[in-house]
């Protein structure tokens, strides 16, 4: 069975400075899919960026990034010149490239504190 | 916005009762899963469904329960209530059935069982 492990509850970055979330998952599929979801107090869970397994190129949206190791089956987060808006809860997911149940396997979740 | 909405967004019920949940996606929105997220948990996959049809089912017992519209609404059902149920209930959409990647969340509804 697919899990996903994020080792930090929660983590606190500086107004415009650095932060990478950490995300380790297993698995022995081939084909998969890796999201981060940013989830703010109002609830509503917001896609942040997607991976997919099969490409080598690490995905870039705006100021998030991330760093995908499949040897090491880690898929980070960076984001860069961080803001006040970017307080959150983020969820690392996975989610099977075959077919069947595309259902996400969700991590428990890192809070991320911007500090003014 | 990401044009799912959920409803109720709380609601108190006792132990033993039974409860609705309600989502409604964007048009075109043709796959639809639920997700229960536990206090300080991640969501847990209930089920999916796609064209009406149930495509896949998570570790939960058969008193929980969906239906899917043809006007891209849907439904969660609880029976009989127990008090591990408490959970934020997610709503989730996607178009293009079930393959395609990017989900759609509600806001969710919060459920208290006493």
Redesign the interface.
Same mark, same amino acid.
């Given at each position: 069975a697919q899990t996903?492990t994020q080792s930090q509850p929660e983590m606190s970055v500086q107004e415009a400075e650095t932060v990478t979330l950490s995300c380790t998952y297993d698995t022995s599929e081939s084909d998969y #899919?890796l +999201?981060w $979801?940013k989830q703010p107090p109002?609830?509503?869970?917001?896609?942040v960026i997607?991976q997919e397994a099969y490409k080598q190129q690490n995905a870039t949206e705006n100021r998030f990034s991330v760093n995908f190791q499949k040897a090491a089956k880690s898929f980070s987060l960076k984001i860069s010149d961080s803001q006040l808006g970017d307080a959150a809860m983020y969820?690392c997911?996975y989610?099977t490239g075959t077919?069947?149940? $595309?259902? #996400?396997? +969700?991590?428990?979740?890192t809070r991320l504190k911007v500090l003014a | 916005e990401t044009g799912v909405t959920q409803s109720p967004t709380h609601l108190i019920k006792t132990r033993g009762q039974q409860v609705t949940l309600r989502c409604s996606s964007q048009s075109g929105h043709n796959t639809v899963s639920w997700y229960q997220q536990a206090l300080g948990q991640g969501p847990q996959f209930i089920f999916q469904y796609y064209r009406e049809e149930e495509n896949g089912r998570g570790n939960f017992p058969p008193r929980f329960s969906g239906l899917q519209f043809p006007n891209y609404s849907s439904e969660l059902n609880v029976n009989a209530l127990e008090l591990d149920d408490s959970a934020l209930y997610l709503c989730a959409s996607s178009l293009g059935g079930p393959a395609t990647g990017e989900l759609f969340f509600g806001e969710g509804s919060r459920l208290t069982v006493l």
């Open positions: 996903v #899919y +999201f $979801y109002s609830r509503q869970m917001i896609l997607r969820f997911a989610r077919s069947g149940t $595309y259902k #996400y396997i +969700f991590g428990t979740g | -």
